[in-house]
Each structure stands twice: as structure tokens, then as C-alpha cells.
T-cell receptor
Framework: ETGVTQSPTHLIKTRGQQVTLRCSSQSGHNTVSWYQQALGQGPQFIFQYYREEENGRGNFPPRFSGLQFPNYSSELNVNALELDDSALYLC????????????????FGAGSRLTVL | GENVGLHLPTLSVQEGDNSIINCAYS??????FIWYKQESGKGPQFIID?????DKRQGQRVTVLLNKTVKHLSLQIAATQPGDSAVYFCAENKGSQGNLIFGKGTKLSVKP
């Protein structure tokens, strides 16, 4: 059973640029969630994808967007990068039986560390 | 790897002692709680969970206690080992919502 894999592991961008982060979910999982973790803080929920549609969103602006593909993998896109976007971006997968996928254990990847200069 | 423990509350224990990590959660409507462990350079790893219809749940060397009256959660680790050194997060979930709300975390340091 493969776990959650994320790429790239580290990347550096400049303000105003765009970034795409990728995530492969754990085998057997159909739901993907993205979290932002600033240094010294707990992860903050960005959004969740189920059946290729956004299924819940946290307090993040529209320049944070995502996709889920038929194989359940996912992308996180961030446009017009700002310095405060520097963080560890975590992808987590879970297995949900319905649209409302609360209360399911999330399996996290190791994250993509984004630095915005 | 990155230091996820900057500016976090720290608990330092001697190897072999028991550890108790506390967490105050925010939403009285939350009905599902999870403890995660995060080692430097890694993503959070599931430890144990508990639903709001229980007040105690035990795993291997770990016990979670839930006090809904005061919205308090604790994680007890028996016979703490150096490999337990990490940042520990509690997280809560409310009903059908798909997201977890994480606490700020506690850094556990185990002295050999």
C-alpha cells in the first residue's frame, strides 16, 4: 500500500509568480484535502476535493485553487504569490463514502515547502 | 528538515516517564477528535482518535481522554521513548464538515 506522495518537496518562487503542487493519494482513498502549515503553527484547511469537485473550503482567497483527477490525484495552484504564502503545503487523503466526508482519518504526505521571495 | 517546533509550548520528559499533552478545543459542536504526531521534515501522522460519545480510548502506549464539559482533550503516552520526540497536534471535526481544525501543537522532547 503506497502512502500519500507530494511533489516537489521544496521550491522557491518570487512574489507575483504562480505555483502548482501535486499530490498522489493513498491507494484506496478517494478524497484529497490540502492544508497550509506556517512555521510553528498547526495546519490550516485550504479545501477538499471529492469526485473531482471542491467539497468544502477554508478561509483562503480565490487565488488558491485546485483540481482532482479521475485517479484521485490532485493539484493545488496558487496565483499571484505573496510573501505570506511561504509555508509547508500538506496534502492528505481519506476514504469517504459520500459527499460529506467528515470524521474520516486523514493520511498526510510529507508536504511541499514553498518559499516566496 | 524544517523545525516545526518553533515558538510552540514544550514538554520535556525523561525516557521511561509518562507524558501528558493537553489541548483545549474550540467548538462545542465538534464530535470527532484526533491526535497527530509530526516529526521534523514529515507530515502529521495519525496516533489515535475519539468520538464525542466516549470519554476515554486506549491504544498501544497511548490513551486519549475527552472532557466535553470543559472542552479539553489530553493525550497520555506511557513509558515515553526518544522516538516519541515530535510535535503533537490535536484536531477537531464537526459533524459532516470535511475539514479538521488543528490546535497550535506541543513539542515533546524526551531526554535519554
Amino acid at each position: 500500500e503506497t502512502g500519500v506522495t507530494q511533489s516537489p518537496t521544496h521550491l522557491i518562487k518570487t512574489r507575483g509568480q504562480q505555483v502548482t503542487l501535486r499530490c498522489s493519494s493513498q491507494s484506496g482513498h478517494n478524497t484529497v484535502s490540502w492544508y497550509q502549515q506556517a512555521l510553528g503553527q498547526g495546519p490550516q484547511f485550504i479545501f477538499q476535493y471529492y469526485r473531482e469537485e471542491e467539497n468544502g473550503r477554508g478561509n483562503f482567497p480565490p487565488r488558491f485553487s485546485g483540481l482532482q483527477f479521475p485517479n484521485y490525484s490532485s493539484e493545488l495552484n496558487v496565483n499571484a504569490l505573496e510573501l505570506d504564502d511561504s509555508a509547508l503545503y500538506l496534502c492528505a487523503s481519506s476514504r469517504a463514502s459520500g459527499v460529506r466526508s467528515g470524521a474520516n482519518v486523514l493520511t498526510f504526505g510529507a508536504g511541499s515547502r514553498l518559499t516566496v521571495l | 528538515g524544517e523545525n516545526v517546533g518553533l515558538h510552540l509550548p514544550t514538554l520535556s520528559v525523561q525516557e521511561g516517564d509518562n507524558s501528558i499533552i493537553n489541548c483545549a478545543y474550540s467548538n462545542s459542536a465538534s464530535d470527532y477528535f484526533i491526535w497527530y504526531k509530526q516529526e521534523s521534515g514529515k507530515g502529521p501522522q495519525f496516533i489515535i482518535d475519539i468520538r464525542s460519545n466516549m470519554d476515554k480510548r486506549q491504544g498501544q502506549r497511548v490513551t486519549v481522554l475527552l472532557n466535553k464539559t470543559v472542552k479539553h482533550l489530553s493525550l497520555q503516552i506511557a513509558a515515553t521513548q526518544p522516538g516519541d520526540s515530535a510535535v503533537y497536534f490535536c484536531a477537531e471535526n464537526k459533524g459532516s464538515q470535511g475539514n479538521l481544525i488543528f490546535g497550535k501543537g506541543t513539542k515533546l522532547s524526551v531526554k535519554p
